[in-house]
T-cell receptor, first 115, second 115 residues
Framework: DTGVSQDPRHKITKRGQNVTFRCDPI?????LYWYRQTLGQGPEFLTY????????KSRLLSDRFSAERPKGSFSTLEIQRTEQGDSAMYLC?????????????FGPGTRLTVT | AQSVTQLGSHVSVSEGALVLLRCNYS??????LFWYVQYPNQGLQLLLK??????LVKGINGFEAEFKKSETSFHLTKPSAHMSDAAEYFC?????????????FGTGTRLQVTL
């Protein structure tokens, strides 16, 4: 068990550029979550996958954001036309399907800075 | 919707002193509650979880938390602080939507440990 991994760890981009982040969950975990954490705040839920199906999306996820989880394994989060307000830590978490109880394991995050 | 409130954004204790980090929750159903720790530029690590099996929950690194329904609290304690405990601590409640178990986090408490 190597834990949840995320790539890249840091990304600096200019406003208007597109960026894509990758998350590799723990291998047997079929649930995958994306959260966003801004400075001084706790993480906020963005979206959720069960296997390859995206089942939940937060209203925080504007149409510039898109997430995929092909084949129910790794996931990508893409932000198009980045804005300075997108600067944050993007965290991925995975868990086993145990009904309403969910023990989520987090990756190290990708810190995005939009200049 | 469920929510948590963490009282005190910063807590400073001396090494060897008691650590007490406060968390109050709001939930219309019996909650699942979690404490996570975050070290600088890292993801979140699960310290402990409450799943209604026992009101006193023991976690890693000597931390424990007590669920008090009458006070709607889930405070985190450690009898003797170590320098290595300096980090940001987040309380979270799980919000089951029927398909996803979204975590709602508090704003965090930064623990400083002094000599």
């Amino acid at each position: 068990d190597t834990g949840v991994s995320q790539d890249p760890r840091h990304k600096i981009t200019k406003r208007g550029q597109n960026v894509t982040f990758r998350c590799d969950p723990i291998s047997e975990h079929n649930r995958l979550y994306w959260y966003r954490q801004t400075l001084g705040q706790g993480p906020e839920f963005l979206t959720y996958f069960q296997n390859e199906a995206q089942l939940e999306k937060s209203r925080l996820l504007s149409d510039r954001f898109s997430a995929e989880r092909p084949k129910g394994s790794f996931s990508t989060l893409e932000i198009q036309r980045t804005e300075q307000g997108d600067s944050a830590m993007y965290l991925c978490a995975s868990s086993l399907d145990r009904g309403s109880f969910d023990e989520q394991y987090f990756g190290p995050g990708t810190r995005l800075t939009v200049t | 919707a469920q929510s948590v409130t963490q009282l005190g954004s910063h807590v400073s204790v001396s090494e060897g002193a008691l650590v007490l980090l406060r968390c109050n929750y709001s939930s219309s159903v019996p909650p699942y509650l979690f404490w996570y720790v975050q070290y600088p530029n890292q993801g979140l690590q699960l310290l402990l979880k409450y799943t209604s099996a026992a009101t006193l929950v023991k976690g890693i690194n000597g931390f424990e938390a007590e669920f008090k329904k009458s006070e709607t609290s889930f405070h985190l304690t450690k009898p003797s602080a170590h320098m290595s405990d300096a980090a940001e601590y987040f309380c979270a409640v799980s919000d089951w939507t029927g398909t996803a178990s979204k975590l709602t986090f508090g704003t965090g408490t930064r623990l400083q440990v002094t000599l």
